[in-house]
């Protein structure tokens, strides 16, 4: 006699293959067939020596609780679909808004509006301007207070510095003569968001990937 593989065993036409059931119908029918199992073993008891009911009470109990398990893993499958949409349109949400973060921005000739953070207490302020070699290109005195400021992208003598990406940090300095750095925040467009394990990862114009969770602001796009 030939073994038995089991990858292999009942392989025939498709029209003999059994039904595939889902977990519902998986379960009604398998406390069908342990009712009828049930009821064989109440007609062949034997009347003098009749089976304990704790006995029945168990296995009821026993099958009550997978009957329960496997309804719960078919809600909690049905759940994360849903969450899953949820996420797939929490995603597309972040597409085409103007987004807020400490990150380079691209120059084309066209003034970019810049955010820029100070220490606390700080007394004086310069505006720190690198091109996309990491040169300083700029360094140019802040205003001390809260709000954007626009960068024109004009040399000393009113020339539009090269197209390309800028990189903008904040220098302070307080009464104490201690001077503090923070990088100067940008809006730019989101051209792209997508799930990177539990974070939403935002990719903006320029190429910047940025964690949702690192947004300060987000904005509509000027028409």
Request: proline share 7%; no cysteine; charged share 20%.
């Amino acid at each position: 006699m030939d073994p038995i593989n089991p990858a292999t065993a009942g392989a025939g036409s498709a029209a003999s293959s059994p039904p595939q059931l889902g977990a519902a119908e998986m379960v009604t029918s398998d406390f069908e067939t342990f009712l009828k199992m049930m009821t064989e073993q109440l007609k062949h008891q034997d009347p003098l020596n009749p089976l304990d009911s704790n006995d029945f009470a168990m296995q009821l109990a026993t099958f009550s609780g997978v009957e329960q398990q496997v309804q719960t893993n078919s809600l909690l499958t049905a759940i994360q679909s849903q969450l899953g949409a949820a996420d797939a349109t929490a995603l597309a949400g972040w597409v085409g808004l103007e987004a807020r973060a400490a990150v380079p921005a691209d120059f084309d000739g066209t003034p970019l509006e810049l955010v820029p953070r100070f220490a606390t207490g700080a007394e004086s302020a310069r505006l720190v301007v690198q091109d996309p070699a990491g040169r300083i290109v700029q360094s140019l005195p802040l205003t001390v207070a809260d709000g954007p400021v626009v960068w024109t992208g004009a040399d000393a003598n009113g020339a539009i510095l090269p197209a390309g990406r800028y990189s903008f940090t904040v220098e302070s300095e307080t009464s104490g003569g201690e001077t503090e750095t923070h990088p100067a925040e940008v809006y730019a467009a989101v051209r792209e968001a997508r799930l990177d394990g539990e974070r939403t990862l935002l990719v903006l114009a320029g190429g910047a990937e940025v964690p949702a969770s690192e947004i300060s602001a987000v904005r509509a796009p000027d028409d």
